[in-house]
């Protein structure tokens, strides 16, 4: 049996070196000695939950919307789906989809399953639910599939250049 306090491996920077960089930029290389590499691929907020061994909502996921056709970034509690009508009515689009996994690395500079909040190849809109507020920490994808970070949320939201906005999907 897997111990995933244990499991987690702490070998100082194993973030992507472009979020290593942005961490520096941002006055945060603190923060590189806190990522945490997993054995396996967390590309799930359910798997990075499970790893860590939080709450699946203490997971920041990072998802690329085109909203017509321009991408935005979108930052959501783990345990929540994003509501793209409400997407669409913040931003005063047309149109919302879900990105390709060829925008979201075009983008962003990272794979699905590794973006993070902060440190894209070009800058981007960013809205952030408030749903992560409800935390005093949540973790967040620091550039690869195998690695997290935790952070304050707000801090997070800020970092990101986000604007908190309610866009979670409602229980019918």
């Not at 949540?138 to 952070?151: I, Y």
Request: with cysteine; charged share 25%; proline share 5%.
């Amino acid at each position: 049996m897997t111990n995933p306090a244990t499991d987690l491996k702490d070998e100082g920077c194993e973030a992507h070196p472009r979020f290593a960089e942005a961490l520096d930029a941002l006055g945060l290389g603190e923060l590189r000695g806190r990522i945490r590499r997993f054995p396996d691929a967390t590309r799930t907020a359910a798997e990075a939950a499970a790893a860590i061994g939080c709450e699946l909502s203490q997971i920041c996921k990072s998802l690329v919307f085109a909203a017509d056709g321009v991408p935005v970034l979108v930052l959501m509690d783990g345990a929540s789906r994003v509501d793209v009508e409400l997407v669409r009515r913040e931003l005063g689009t047309e149109k919302v989809t879900r990105a390709g996994a060829d925008v979201v690395r075009e983008t962003t500079g990272y794979a699905i399953g590794g973006v993070p909040p902060f440190g894209h190849r070009t800058a981007t809109r960013v809205l952030a639910d408030r749903g992560l507020l409800h935390h005093d920490v949540v973790w967040a994808a620091a550039g690869t599939p195998h690695t997290v970070f935790p952070m304050e949320p707000k801090a997070l939201v800020a970092h990101a250049g986000g604007t908190l906005v309610d866009v979670r999907e409602r229980a019918a």
